[in-house]
């Protein structure tokens, strides 16, 4: 107090010179005291901000200087930190308009700058190696020394928590350039700590924007920010659920920036993010909803986060987003991803069933947003697979329907959202002969007709792919397809550039062609043996070949056809696949070598 008021008396000094004024106090007016007093505490106030600058100017040495420690490291590691600590805090008020004058703050100021030049002492003797009081007193004195810095800190923290001083800047250090030191980069992200952890609302917003800034841009900002920053995930878990608007959604963005790295997930779990976040699913913003759904999504790609999303009912709040109109269709994105990855756990997926999930995605699957429809149908094909009792259930809840109207020639749908329909009429219909005979009325076959015709590969090829797996089915099933006209499309796709396409198709007519109506059909168009016998050539693929040759097992039963085979140039292919032992090669082969064919085929097989 001696120290204030002799400080007090050099400012009014000052005061009283620049105004001219008679040195004698009695001659002074009591208003003009008070004036004087007012302006004094201005005066002290400045001399107080160039305390704080000075403070974190003798800091910011320490710290350069620190690194020419030889002695004790990871000590030294441990004191930089928490210097930085304080500099970035002190740094961010130095420029401010509210450093009133405080005892405490004064009295801080002076403990900090004590115990900075003890540690510069304690520096000199590590960088030389001076160990005059023994290395296990300098280690302890080193310990000492860190424990006055942390209780420092603290000492600072609850001085911003009193109003007494405000940051005066939402980032004080600049963010490091591409390139930057390793250093650099930590002094950036525990900068930003610090501002979380001692900032008004302004600046803990826009601390967090920052942050998320480059946590989303480079991996080494992560990495610090989970490793080397002590409780900095603990503190972003803090905010989501402070409750103020901006707060929540940027902390639950800087979370799913994290779980992005399959690395960091456990270290949110650990840091109890998870039921924060199923929180904010029931009741943040719409944005918060978004953004902690989709850092839930990230978190549960893997298993290892499942049960903890579970446990702390995040299964009846992202069924309820689902099952809610007014739910986004970004929020209905993410909240499906996780449903699909939760899903994967048998417990919990048959905890979604009893919950109603399939009544919820049916009823989603008919949704006028496409996203909708597609997550929706997405999750239920997940959801059954190898699980007959699910798949049962949504054809009950009538599933297909929708399916088959995505199909649709004249649906506006896009081709994504008809490919994962085919998919999953294939998941829920193939392996059952009561559900085919739903499919087979529902005019399905038309709609796969009109994508095998439409050109487009994305649909085509799928498209496709089903209806080789329906050729493989029971006889009625390939009558119908003759009859719906599919034998032409395919023999055209014969001819297709890719090999895979190619393929498909031979695999679809090799099974069309077991029955003998279609074979009748095939013959009756005078190219396509010739069409088939030209994927004989050596550089076609075996697989190609395997199902080609299959099918010539069956139409080798016609005579013209066995006419043709032999006119053809490409039965010295088929010698070449029987002597090979290909079977079927041999089998077309010995057909041709009988009696009837032995003059045209002179030397060819016996």
Known sequence: MHGRRSLLLL??????????????ESMKSEME???????????LRQLEGISIRRATEVIGSLISSSYCSRSFPAKWQVIRDKLEQIRSSLAAAADGGDCAANTELVGLLQAITSTANETRLLANKCSVEDYGGGRLRLRSDLDVVACRLHLHSKRLEKIYASGVLTLSRAIVVSRPGVGASREDVRFYVKDLISRLKIGNLEIRVGALKALNEVLREDEKYVRILVVEVAEGVALLASFLESGIEGVAEEAAEAISAIAGFDSHRAAIATAGAVAPLIRLLEIGSESAKEKAAGALKRMTENSDNAWSVSAQGGVSALLKICGDAGSSGELIRSACGVLKSLGGVEEIRRFMVEEGAVSIFVKLSRSKEEASQVQAIEFLTAMAYEDDAIKEKAMKEG?????????????????????????????????????????????????????????????????????????????????AMGDAGFIPELVKLLENRSFQVRGTAAEALSGMISIQTNRRRFIKQEDNVNRMLQLLHPEEKSV??????????????????????????????????????????????KRLSTSRFRSMLSGIWS
Do not use: Y
């Open 33 to 43: 005291e008070e004036e004087e007093e007012e302006k004094a505490g201005c005066s």
């Open 399 to 479: 599933v297909l329907g929708s399916l088959v109207r995505l199909l649709d020639p004249d649906s506006p749908c896009s081709s994504k959202a008809k490919e994962v329909a085919l998919r999953a009429i294939e998941a829920f219909c193939f392996s059952s002969p009561s559900t085919m005979n739903v499919l087979m009325s529902s005019g399905f076959l038309d709609r796969v007709l009109s994508l095998l015709r439409s050109g487009e590969m994305s649909l085509q090829e799928p498209a496709l792919k089903a209806v080789a797996r329906l050729s493989l089915l029971s006889p009625a099933i390939k009558k």
């Open 11 to 24: 400012i009014r000094r000052e005061i009283k010179s620049q105004l001219h004024e008679d040195d004698s």
């Open 544 to 589: 190609t070949k395997t199902h080609v040759l299959s099918a010539l097992v069956c139409l080798a039963d016609s005579t013209g056809v066995r006419r043709k085979i032999a006119a053809s140039g490409c039965v010295k292919h088929l010698e070449e696949l029987a002597e090979g032992d290909v079977r079927d090669a041999k089998r077309i082969i």
